[in-house]
């Protein structure tokens, strides 16, 4: 597989491309992370794209993930409608649009407490799934090897369950 390339961004976020199996995209922090949540972030993201790409058999997996922290309408991301992932703080249950990855007012939504920094209930490897799972119903249905890695054939593991 190869690598995957994460970076911490002062530059604006855009809408996700997917070219070649490689799906890259941006996540926006929505609060002020410090360096030790941003590490969390780009570990989780890391982890997410193995789970993923073994989902799809390594047909596809995640390429040029831009993070950029402390995002707002007004800052950094330009504008949170063209980006793939938020992430805010605090907890509550992570949710994805169904089928429009590169579109704009559309996007998968993860806490960072409940799903990201927890180190009790939903530690590492469930965090991981979490990103592959919302990642899967957010890629677009033209892409059949994401659906049938959930309708046809299930892997009980993705769930975020």
Known sequence: MAALALSVAVASGGNGNFRDGVYDFCVAV???ATPA???A???KFTEGNRVFADALDGQQRFGTITIVNDCTIDNKCGSLEVVEFWIL???GRAYA???TYGERNEHVVMYFDQQ?????FTGDETCA???A???IHHAPPKRPLCWRAINGRPRRWISSR
Do not use: C, V
Request: glycine share 20%; charged share 10%; net charge negative.
């Open 30 to 32: 929505l609060f002020n």
């Open 37 to 39: 949540q941003l590490a």
């Open 41 to 43: 972030i780009r570990a």
């Open 89 to 91: 703080p605090g907890g």
């Open 97 to 99: 649009t169904s089928g």
């Open 116 to 120: 990201i920094g927890s180190d009790g």
């Open 129 to 131: 799934h979490t990103i």
């Open 133 to 135: 799972h919302e990642m």
